[in-house]
């Protein structure tokens, strides 16, 4: 079945680590996003990509640093550098910038 | 600024009631309105697109209706269920500026049985 896989479901890690949170697609989707999910708010774009070696940042992309090296993963890596990174990450796709969306399962940080 | 607005945040029904939920947004340039659904920790579930040049969208129980003029889009779904009990998000792709999708924080709904 076609879908996106994010892996790990959690993860924890100690302030001043870098960590990445891998996202993948088997839809065959042009597109490929990252959001950040916290209580009581929408969902914030942190970046996105419309072709693979090509990406933007979205509301709130610092202290976050992506890839696109091929069509089926698009990693997030959230640095050291980002004040408060406790949060749900979603990761998303779409056959091209007007298309639907589709999510992963997402993946909760927790860094302490 | 392009904004999406959710209400009410919490809704609870007995089972069986229909019900209609609501998403407004402050622009009218749009590309489409996507409604989705979202289980505790997990992923949102896509339940309905609409493209700017529609007016409703249906899907089993699921009728979701968009009117750009008056900046808004209902969710009606029929006949409620304990399973439909998650959160509801609207989302909303302007074409206008950047261009990108702005979601509201969502209806949480629950079916009483």
């Known amino acids: 079945d076609g879908g996106i896989t994010q892996s790990p479901k959690y993860l924890f890690r100690k302030e001043g680590q870098n960590v990445t949170l891998s996202c993948e697609q088997n839809?065959?989707?042009?597109?490929m996003y990252w959001y950040r999910q916290d209580p009581g708010q929408g969902l914030r774009l942190i970046y996105y990509s419309q072709i693979v070696n090509d990406f933007q940042k979205g509301d709130i992309a610092e202290g976050y640093s992506v890839s696109r090296e091929k069509k089926e993963s698009f990693p997030l890596t959230v640095t050291s550098a980002q004040k408060n990174p406790t949060a749900f990450y979603l990761c998303?796709?779409?056959?091209?910038?007007?298309?639907?969306?589709?999510f992963g399962n997402g993946t909760r940080l927790t860094v302490t | 600024k392009q904004e999406v607005t959710q209400i009410p945040a919490a809704l609870s029904v007995p089972e069986g009631e229909n019900l209609v939920l609501n998403c407004s947004f402050t622009?009218?340039?749009?590309?489409?309105l996507q409604w989705f659904r979202q289980d505790p920790g997990k992923g949102l579930t896509s339940l309905l697109l609409?493209?700017?040049?529609?007016r409703e969208q249906t899907s089993g129980r699921l009728n979701a209706s968009l009117d750009k003029s008056s900046g808004r889009s209902t969710l009606y779904i029929a006949a409620s269920q304990p399973g439909d009990s998650a959160t509801y998000l609207c989302?909303?792709?302007?074409?206008?500026?950047?261009?990108?999708?702005?979601f509201g924080i969502g209806t949480k709904l629950q079916v009483i049985p």
């Open positions: 839809l065959n989707h042009d597109a």
């Open positions: 609409i493209q700017s040049s529609q």
């Open positions: 622009d009218s340039a749009i590309y489409n």
């Open positions: 998303a796709s779409s056959i091209a910038k007007e298309g639907s969306l589709h």
């Open positions: 989302a909303v792709l302007f074409s206008g500026g950047y261009q990108k999708v702005t």
